[in-house]
């Protein structure tokens, strides 16, 4: 009986936290202004393939152009007017989800 009772209880959290969507980043299009670049996932799963926390995904990879993480791209650079690095901008990313 206390196996049945534990895997029910076992199936209803982790149900309730696969079912729960990550907040995600857009980034400013450079040609319209709109945030209507995906950025990824806002999570801290380094298996999540969307996560900017999983170092060889397209948005977390120090080396992808999609990447806030990418010192030289758009969105990683501490230069850019695109990137959340950029301590002055006022056009970096912005957060979207619960």
């Known amino acids: 009986m206390k ?7 076992f199936m209803l959290v982790f149900a309730g936290t696969s ?15 709109e945030h209507d670049k995906y950025l990824g996932n806002l999570n ?3 298996y999540d393939p969307n996560s900017v926390n999983n170092p060889y995904g397209q948005y977390g990879s120090p080396y992808s ?8 791209s758009t ?7 695109y990137s959340p690095n950029n301590p002055y901008t ?6 979207y989800g619960k």
């Not at 196996?3 to 209880?9: L, N």
């Not at 980034?27 to 319209?32: E, I």
């Not at 969105?75 to 007017?81: D, R």
């Open 3 to 9: 196996t049945s009772v534990f895997a029910i209880f």
């Open 19 to 33: 079912l729960a969507q990550s907040p995600y980043l857009r980034g400013a299009n450079p040609k319209t202004g």
């Open 44 to 46: 801290q799963n380094p």
């Open 65 to 72: 152009s999609d990447s806030i993480r990418n010192p030289y």
């Open 75 to 81: 969105w990683g650079s501490p230069y850019s007017t």
């Open 90 to 95: 006022n056009q970096g990313p912005k957060i």
